[in-house]
């Protein structure tokens, strides 16, 4: 099993371009998160889809959106990546909403000059 | 408010020197504690879920315990390839989806 699958793993943008990172489970699992990680800040949630079919705002939506395209995948949108957007992004995966352990992915170097 | 605090934010061990990471939160009505290892350029990959006092979960060289306000990992003679960044997490009080995550101790074993 690939467990949690990600692409891009390196992306440069310029300021004001967009793209979308995508992202894709295989172990059946509800519920899937976007997180952001950056030095001092530790990782924080952006969006999550506890269920297919829904999606909530974490703690920094702003300038994301994202998509819950099916059971497997998630997908997270730059509309007009800015500098402040340079980040190391993580999906992940977890059984059921919350209170279990969720699994990450490789994660995806993004850097906005 | 919720918050997870870790310590030492860096710690440096020579091999076998056993030592203990802590991890304290402050969340009402705990609904779990993770604890989750992160190699450089890797994402966190995850080890132990604790859910209530006095539990206790072992995995190698790694023993995590939990109390109502902390959570201990400890590391018995521990190897070179135990280096890595553990990081723990809280569900938040709301319950609204929010995994709020430590910022972590980076661990060094030196041979």
């Known amino acids: 099993n690939a467990g949690v699958t990600q692409t891009p793993k390196f992306q440069v943008l310029k300021t004001g371009q967009s793209m979308t990172l995508q992202c894709a489970q295989d172990?059946?699992?509800?519920?899937m998160y976007w997180y952001r990680q950056d030095p001092g800040m530790g990782l924080r949630l952006i969006y999550y889809s506890a269920s297919e079919g829904t999606t909530d705002k974490g703690e920094v939506p702003n300038g994301y959106n994202v998509s819950r395209l099916n059971k497997r995948e998630f997908s997270l949108r730059l509309e007009s990546a800015a500098p402040s957007q340079t980040s190391v992004y993580f999906c992940?995966?977890?059984?059921?909403?919350?209170?279990?352990?969720?699994?990450f992915g490789q994660g995806t170097r993004l850097t906005v000059v | 408010e919720d918050q997870v605090t870790q310590s030492p934010e860096a710690l440096r061990l020579q091999e076998g020197e056993s030592s203990s990471l802590n991890c304290s939160y402050t969340?009402?009505?705990?609904?779990?504690l993770f604890w989750y290892r992160q190699d450089p350029g890797k994402g966190p990959e995850f080890l132990f879920t604790l859910y209530s006092a006095g539990e206790e979960k072992e995995k190698e060289r790694l023993k995590a315990t939990l109390t109502k306000k902390e959570s201990f990992l400890h590391i018995t003679a521990p190897k070179p390839e135990d280096s890595a960044t553990y990081l723990c997490a809280v569900p938040n009080s709301g319950n609204t989806g929010k995994l709020i995550f430590g910022q972590g101790t980076t661990l060094q074993v030196k041979p």
């Open positions: 992940a995966s977890s059984e059921i909403w919350q209170n279990t352990e969720a699994f």
């Open positions: 172990m059946n699992h509800n519920s």
């Open positions: 969340v009402s009505g705990l609904r779990g």
